[in-house]
């Protein structure tokens, strides 16, 4: 069994978004857990990418920005009101 180095490349991207999963989970602070949201979301549009699967890789960076745009959003006027 042969592997391309696409292959090894999607290996290393899938073991990134594991690491950004687990570090979500576990980040205390909501925006850094927020930040790395956001580059679970780039990553796994260059993996859709790298599938040559362009519209879905389009329709994650889209989506991953806008996600990450809105949550953004939310804890600095949440923030805000606290203080």
């Not at 205390?28 to 790298?50: Q, R």
């Not at 889209?62 to 959003?73: E, H, P, Y």
């Amino acid at each position: 069994m042969d592997f391309l180095a696409v292959d090894y490349q999607i290996m290393v991207l899938l073991l990134i978004l594991v690491a950004a999963s687990l570090a979500m989970y576990f980040i205390k602070d909501i925006l850094h857990a927020i930040i790395v949201f956001g580059a679970y979301s780039l990553t796994m549009a260059l993996i859709w990418l790298l599938m040559n699967t362009p519209d879905l890789a389009i329709t994650e960076a889209a989506a991953g920005i806008c996600m990450t745009v809105l949550m953004m959003v939310v804890v600095f006027r949440t923030n805000r009101k606290e203080e």
